[in-house]
C-alpha cells in the first residue's frame, strides 16, 4: 500500500505540473520568419525574425553586391517553395495561398548599368518560412585565340559588364590575319580582315595597321565573347621576294618558305638522312629553269649565277641578289650501301632482326615477332613499309605484300613470327601491334555414366588462345562410345576411335591408347567449351583369328533381289557420310550372310551387344571382310578406300597386282590393290584431274552409286515405283542410283 500511495502522489505531482496536457489547442500568435544572404547579394536583416501572425507591416529588402545582378527571389516553408524570376519582374511570391508583395526598384549605377533591387513585404499569415535570393555574376570573359602565324596580347580577360575591352594580334613574319570569327553570347559573325581595314562589328573595331598588326576594341562589353583569329601565308610586297624551298623523300631543310627584301643574300642548306643521298637540285626563277648536282659549282637561272657547294651527304646553294621570286628543290635516291631498316614494337611486342640499323642493296633480312608475355598479349597485326608504300596483315597471314615484293611470313612452334624481306633495295621499317589477352572462358565436363572426364588444367575456366586436354576413362567393363564436343554454340559428335572432331569448320585431334582411354586436344581456345561423352558395355572378349583378306565364307551374292539402302521418314540423306556400321549393314545385304545369323564374336570393345550391325559385323570378320581389333568405330564416316576394301574382298580371295590409275594412289597404300581391282572393273571412279581421294569420306549418294555398279543392277532391272524421297531432286546427280539401291530386283 505504501508503494501505491508514492506512484499515485507522483502522478498527481506530475499532472500539476502540466495542466496544458488535458487544455484545449491555444491558437498560434507568431510566426517565424528567416532571411539569408547569399552569394552576390545582400538582405536588409538577416536572420531569425518572429513576427505576430496579424503583423503585415514588415519587409525586407534584397540588394546585389558589387559585380551581381539579382535574379531570382525565394519563398520556402521547408515543404513548398515558390520563386520570382527578378530579370523579368516576375511579380509576387506566393506560399500556401497567401501572397507576399514584391516591389521592384531599378537604379543606375556609376558606370550607367540599370541594378534592379527587390522588396519583399510580409502579410498577416500564420506560417513560418524563410526568404533568400540567388544572384549571377555581371563579369564577363573575352578570350581570343590565333591560329599558327599570329600572337595575341591577352587569351582570356574578364570585365564587368560595360567595362571597355581592347588586345592586340601581330602576326608572324611569313603570315597575315585574313579573319576573325566573333562570337558573342552565342551569336557568332566573321569579320574580313587585311592591311589597312577599319571594320566595326556587333560593337567590336578591328583595325589592321601597314605592318599587318590587328587592333580591336569595344567601349562596353555586355556578354561574353570569343574572338578567333584566322590567318594564312602572307604573299611578298613590291619590295620583297619569295624563297620556297621543297625537298624530296629522305632529305631536310632548316626552312620551306621565307621572304627577304630584294637584292638579299640567302643560304638554302639541304641534308640527306640515313639511307638516302642528296640527288639533283632544281632552280626556278622568272620563269626560267636550271637543273644541277649537288657537286656542281656554279648554276645559271637565265643571266644570274649562283654557286652550289657540297657532296651527296649534303650541300648549299648560295642565292646573291635576289630580285624575283625563286623556287629551290632537292630531289633524292637511295644509299644503296646504307638502306635504313628500323622495327616499332607496339606494347607487349619485341621485334629482332638478323641486321644492324643500315644494309646493303639485294640483302635479305630476317624478323623475329613475338610478344613479351605469352599469358598476357597475342600478336595482333604486323606492318611492313618499303619506303613509301606499307601495307599492315594479321599476325597469322603467310604473307604480306608491299610494294610489289611478296614477303613469306611463318610463326614456329614456340609462337615466333619470322617475317623474311630478300632482295632489299628500299629503306625497310617493320612494326607489330599485340592486344591484350583479357578474356576467359568456361570449361564445362558433363558427367555420364560409366566414364570419367579429366582435363590437364586446374579450375573451371581458361584464358583465351590457351590449350586444354580432355582424357576420357572408361569404367572397367565399359568401352567410350563417342565423344561430344560443344565450342560456344557450335557443337559436333564421333565416335571414340576418330582420329579428329571437327567443331564450326574447326579440328581438333583425338587419340585412344591400348586401354581405351580417349584425349582430345582443344588447341587455341576462343569461346566457351563444353565436352561430354557415353560409354556402352563391352561386349565378349573372344576374337577370332585375325586375317589380312577374305578366306571365302562371306561373298558377294548378285542373285539378292532386295534392296540395299533404307531411307530415314521420306528422307535419304544424300550427302551425308556413310558411317563404319551403315557401310557393314548394307554391304550384308548383297552377300550370302543377308538373312544370316552369326555368333557375336567380333571382340570390338566399341560395338554394343545386340546393335542393328552386330550381326552383319560378325559375318564380315568370320568372313575376313573386316579384320578384328580392339575397336571398330562404328559410329564414325568410313573412307572411300575402307568402302572399296570390304568390297575387294568380298569379291575375290586372290591377290590382285594390277596398276592404279590414279595419282594421289601409291603402289604401297595398304587399299592400293582393291582400288586397283574395283577401278578396273568400273565399280568406282575418280575425279576428272584423275585423283580417287582415297582418305576422304563416302556419301550416301556415292556408296549406293558404287552398290550398284557392283552388283551390276539398272534402273531397268529394278522396280522403282513408289520410292521417292523428298530431299533428293531429279536433277540430283545420283537420283536414279538412289532409287535403285532402294529398289527390288524385277
Not at 582424357?471 to 563417342?482: E, I, L
Not at 590393290?673 to 575425279?687: E, L
Request: proline share 3%; net charge negative; charged share 20%.
Amino acid at each position: 500500500m505504501k508503494i501505491r500511495r508514492l506512484i499515485c502522489a507522483a502522478l498527481a505531482a506530475s499532472l500539476a505540473l502540466c495542466p496544458a496536457a488535458f487544455a484545449a489547442d491555444t491558437p498560434k500568435t507568431d510566426r517565424i520568419v528567416t532571411t539569408q544572404n547569399g552569394t552576390g547579394y545582400s538582405v536588409s536583416s538577416v536572420g531569425r525574425h518572429i513576427i505576430p501572425v496579424s503583423d503585415s507591416s514588415q519587409s525586407f529588402d534584397f540588394s546585389p553586391l558589387d559585380g551581381y545582378d539579382l535574379s531570382t527571389l525565394i519563398i520556402s516553408d521547408g515543404k513548398y517553395t515558390d520563386r520570382a524570376n527578378v530579370v523579368h519582374l516576375d511579380g509576387d511570391l506566393k506560399l500556401n495561398g497567401v501572397t507576399y508583395p514584391v516591389h521592384y526598384q531599378s537604379r543606375t549605377d556609376a558606370g550607367g548599368e540599370s541594378v534592379i533591387r527587390a522588396t519583399v513585404d510580409i502579410p498577416a499569415a500564420s506560417d513560418d518560412v524563410t526568404l533568400s535570393a540567388e544572384a549571377v555574376s555581371t563579369a564577363f570573359a573575352v578570350t581570343a585565340t590565333s591560329q599558327t602565324g599570329a600572337t595575341v596580347s591577352a587569351a582570356t580577360t574578364t570585365l564587368n559588364k560595360g567595362d571597355a575591352y581592347s588586345m592586340t594580334a601581330t602576326p608572324d613574319r611569313l603570315y597575315s590575319i585574313v579573319s576573325a570569327d566573333l562570337t558573342i553570347g552565342g551569336s557568332k559573325s566573321t569579320v574580313q580582315l587585311s592591311k589597312g581595314c577599319d571594320v566595326t562589328s556587333n560593337g567590336f573595331r578591328f583595325r589592321v595597321d601597314a605592318a599587318g598588326v590587328l587592333a580591336v576594341y569595344s567601349g562596353g562589353v555586355t556578354s561574353a565573347t570569343t574572338i578567333e583569329l584566322k590567318t594564312a601565308e602572307r604573299q611578298p610586297d613590291n619590295d620583297e621576294v619569295l624563297i620556297t624551298v621543297r625537298t624530296g623523300r629522305g632529305l631536310s631543310s632548316d626552312i620551306s618558305r621565307d621572304i627577304v627584301k630584294k637584292g638579299s643574300n640567302y643560304n638554302v642548306s639541304f641534308s640527306a638522312k640515313r639511307g638516302y643521298t642528296v640527288d639533283a637540285l632544281t632552280l626556278s626563277a622568272d620563269g626560267k629553269t636550271a637543273y644541277s648536282t649537288p657537286n656542281t659549282n656554279t648554276v645559271f637561272v637565265g643571266t644570274n649565277a649562283y654557286r652550289v657547294s657540297g657532296n651527296s651527304d649534303g650541300c648549299t646553294v648560295y642565292l646573291t641578289d635576289l630580285q624575283s621570286n625563286i623556287t629551290v628543290s632537292a630531289e633524292s635516291s637511295y644509299d644503296t650501301d646504307h638502306l635504313t631498316v628500323d622495327t616499332s614494337a607496339g606494347s607487349g611486342v619485341r621485334i629482332r632482326k638478323d641486321c644492324g640499323s643500315t644494309v646493303d642493296n639485294g640483302t635479305d633480312i630476317e624478323f623475329e615477332i613475338y610478344v613479351t608475355d605469352d599469358d598476357r598479349y597475342e600478336l595482333d597485326e604486323v606492318t611492313l613499309r618499303l619506303d613509301d608504300s606499307s601495307r599492315t596483315v594479321d599476325a597469322d597471314a603467310t604473307s604480306i605484300r608491299v610494294a610489289g615484293k611478296t614477303c613469306k611470313m611463318e610463326t614456329d612452334s614456340d609462337g615466333v613470327l619470322h617475317l623474311y624481306v630478300n632482295d632489299v633495295d628500299k629503306p625497310v621499317s617493320v612494326s607489330a601491334t599485340a592486344k591484350r589477352i583479357d578474356t576467359s572462358h568456361s570449361i564445362t565436363i558433363k558427367s555420364a555414366s560409366h566414364l570419367t572426364i579429366s582435363k590437364d588444367i586446374s579450375g573451371s575456366s581458361v584464358r583465351d588462345g590457351k590449350d586444354v586436354a580432355f582424357t576420357v576413362k572408361p569404367s572397367s567393363g565399359y568401352a567410350v562410345d563417342d565423344i561430344t564436343l560443344k565450342i560456344g554454340t557450335k557443337s559436333n559428335t564421333v565416335s571414340a576411335g576418330a582420329s579428329y572432331i571437327r567443331v564450326n569448320g574447326v579440328d581438333y585431334n583425338m587419340t585412344r591408347n591400348s586401354n581405351g582411354n580417349v584425349t582430345v586436344y582443344v588447341d587455341s581456345i576462343k569461346n566457351n567449351v563444353t565436352i561430354s561423352a557415353t560409354a556402352v558395355k563391352s561386349s565378349s572378349v573372344v576374337k577370332p583369328t585375325t586375317g589380312n583378306g577374305a578366306n571365302g565364307k562371306i561373298y558377294i551374292d548378285r542373285s539378292v533381289k532386295t534392296p540395299f539402302f533404307v531411307g530415314y521418314n521420306s528422307r535419304f540423306h544424300p550427302k551425308q557420310n556413310l558411317t563404319r556400321a551403315e557401310a557393314v549393314q548394307l554391304l550384308a545385304r548383297m552377300t550370302n550372310a543377308s538373312g544370316s545369323k552369326y555368333t557375336n564374336s567380333s571382340g570390338f570393345s566399341d560395338v554394343q551387344v545386340n546393335s542393328y550391325y552386330s550381326n552383319a559385323l560378325s559375318a564380315f570378320v568370320y568372313g575376313g571382310i573386316v579384320d578384328s581389333s580392339t575397336y571398330f568405330n562404328p559410329n564414325a564416316a568410313i573412307t572411300r578406300a575402307d568402302f572399296v576394301e570390304m568390297i575387294y574382298r568380298l569379291d575375290t580371295t586372290s591377290d590382285y597386282n594390277g596398276s592404279n590409275r590414279f595419282t594421289d594412289v601409291y603402289s604401297t597404300a595398304p587399299n592400293a590393290a582393291a582400288i586397283a581391282y574395283c577401278s578396273d572393273r568400273g565399280w568406282v571412279r575418280g575425279d576428272p584431274s584423275g585423283t580417287f581421294r582415297p582418305y576422304d569420306y563416302i556419301t550416301r549418294a556415292e556408296a549406293a552409286a558404287v552398290v550398284n555398279r557392283t552388283m551390276g543392277r539398272t534402273l531397268s532391272s529394278t522396280d522403282v515405283s513408289g520410292i521417292r524421297y523428298t530431299d533428293v531432286p531429279m536433277n540430283f546427280w545420283a537420283y536414279n542410283d538412289i532409287l535403285i539401291a532402294s529398289g527390288n530386283q524385277r
